[in-house]
């Protein structure tokens, strides 16, 4: 029998083993963010719905009734909340007489993080699951498929099925063995050790003090504290922040143990805080807020912070999230990120495709220069 595709209008509509045993399979590394937990999250508390604009469409491949391969997608009717920007795209060829929307969107929404989007067993069953996105589209008079912040081995394949490559950056720090942060330290060259030690030494000015709460620790009030400063500051970034109050709370109560909040207090009262996911072997940083402002508390709650953890915990990486040059001199290193895409316009896609060739290469140049600013002692 030939494998067979179906669309899910919910996360819900699989068991959680069965997602879950191809998402995050034992013998690799675990990626918070395309857990069943996470996804049903954010559809349960209306954050990724239709009505925000994210339809979930999740393609499930099956083989004599056993599932093989899953993708979690949506139905975009916009382009926000991706972190992978097309909207030159859309304008282009919406001039030119063109429907751009809706679109097909596989990845985790509102979270710029690497991780595995085909999640199957086999390169083989991955190639269906690219078969069948393409097919959603063509069937739906859907413009086009999107795959972000995926890993770069599906990069490629998508890339030898002939799927468009596009290529960003992001700034991780890596896990040199460090027994501390003041190993970590050590490796620097001398101006940037000692402007760091000074960053952290500001940033606790004013009778600060960071608490790290974790697992079973985390309560509701630690969440009121939290959203707080998630809506000052997605408001004032963003207009509309995208994550409602219920999403905070089911993901306390799934998913404590792969979350850490990292909370700054003053006069026994919290005044700024960092979201982060815990990974198998990867500390994922993705939303701050904050209601004082004091110097380099950002920097210490996000990034100083987050690599203290890193070490204490044994985890190779820290992935800080999208953008910011400013991580470079803080110990972040310029790192690629992959995405593909799948159009269905023939002029449209030739369009993209030259654009994709130049913008790669640009990209990769950035990375190489960057790379030689970074705060490490030379040799």
């Known amino acids: 029998m030939t494998p067979v595709a179906r669309v899910l209008k919910s996360i819900s509509d699989l068991p959680a083993a069965v997602w879950d045993g191809l998402a ?5 590394a675990f990626n918070p963010f395309v857990a069943h937990a996470f996804l049903k999250a954010l559809e349960d508390s209306r954050s990724a719905t239709v009505r925000t604009g994210w339809q979930p469409a999740h393609i499930v491949l099956e083989d004599a009734g056993a599932v093989i391969g899953v993708a979690p997608a949506y139905v975009k009717s916009h382009s926000q909340g991706e972190y992978v920007f097309d909207h030159g795209w859309a304008d282009a060829f919406q001039r030119a007489g ?19 989007r085909l999640l199957a067993a086999t390169d083989g069953a991955r190639r269906m699951l690219l078969e069948a996105a ?10 086009s498929v999107h795959i972000t912040f995926q890993t ?4 490629a394949l998508a890339g030898s099925a002939g799927w468009l490559q596009r290529m ?11 027994a501390s942060f003041d190993d970590f330290l050590a490796r620097l060259s001398s101006d940037k050790r000692k402007n760091l030690r ?7 000015e004013n009778g600060i003090e960071i608490e790290w709460v974790t697992g079973p620790a985390l309560a ?12 000052d500051t997605g408001s004032r ?3 509309s922040p995208y994550l409602t109050r219920k999403f905070f709370s089911l993901i306390n109560q799934t998913f404590a143990e792969h979350t850490l909040l990292v909370m700054a207090k003053r006069e026994g009262k919290y005044i700024a805080g960092a979201l982060n996911f815990i990974g198998g072997d990867t500390l994922f940083g993705r939303n701050w807020g904050a209601i004082e402002h004091h110097p380099f508390l950002h920097f210490e709650c996000c990034y100083y912070q987050a690599i203290d953890f890193a070490i204490a915990r044994g985890l190779k990486k820290v992935e800080a999230g999208a953008q910011g040059e400013h991580k470079l001199l803080r110990g972040y290193a310029p790192t690629p990120t992959f995405s593909s895409h799948y159009i269905t316009h023939p002029g449209l896609r030739r369009a993209v495709s030259d654009y994709l060739d130049r913008e790669r290469e640009a990209v990769a140049d950035d990375i190489e220069a960057l790379a030689t600013h970074g705060p490490f002692k030379k040799g």
């Open 220 to 231: 509701e009030h630690h969440w009121d504290a939290f959203f707080q400063f998630y809506m």
């Open 168 to 178: 960003d950056k992001q700034f991780h720090w890596v896990n040199d063995g460090y």
């Open 237 to 239: 970034k963003w207009g």
């Open 198 to 204: 000074k960053e952290r030494k500001r940033a606790l």
């Open 134 to 143: 393409a097919e959603v589209a063509r069937a739906n008079h859907l413009s």
């Open 24 to 28: 995050n399979p034992p013998d690799q």
């Open 152 to 155: 770069e081995a599906e990069w």
């Open 98 to 116: 063109g429907e751009y929307y809706p679109k097909l969107q596989i990845t985790a929404p509102f979270t710029p993080a690497t991780g595995p």
